[in-house]
């Protein structure tokens, strides 16, 4: 068999096309691959960020149900005031129509 030079170039540019067309498909993999991988590290991004919102909210909803738990202490405290003050008044025998009576009494 004879070394035919025109069938040697056809085959070697054959060859050529073939790996040509291969490495096309690959940067084309590689493409929709970075593609990928840049929409899943935006994704994370994403999630992280919306975690780091969701625990401020949380730490102010703790925070606000704190100072509404104290808010309610402090209302609770002050009513009872009212009630000690009259409670002692009444132990010391005070009324309110003896008291009127002798302001308006000393004003006559």
Not at 29 to 40: H, I
Not at 56 to 63: F, V
Request: hydrophobic share 30%; charged share 40%; proline share 2%.
């Amino acid at each position: 068999m004879k070394h035919d030079p025109e069938v040697s170039r056809e085959m070697e540019q054959s060859l050529t096309n073939m790996l040509k067309d291969e490495l096309r498909l690959v940067k084309k993999k590689l493409r929709k691959n970075s593609s990928a991988d840049l929409a899943l590290l935006e994704a994370k991004r994403m999630t992280s960020q919306y975690q780091k919102e969701a625990e401020k909210c949380d730490s102010g909803m703790d925070s606000c149900e704190a100072a509404g738990e104290k808010a309610e202490k402090v209302v609770g405290e002050q009513r009872k005031l009212p009630a000690i003050w009259e409670l002692r008044a009444r132990e010391r025998e005070w009324r309110e129509g003896i008291i009127r009576s002798q302001v308006n009494q000393n004003f006559e």
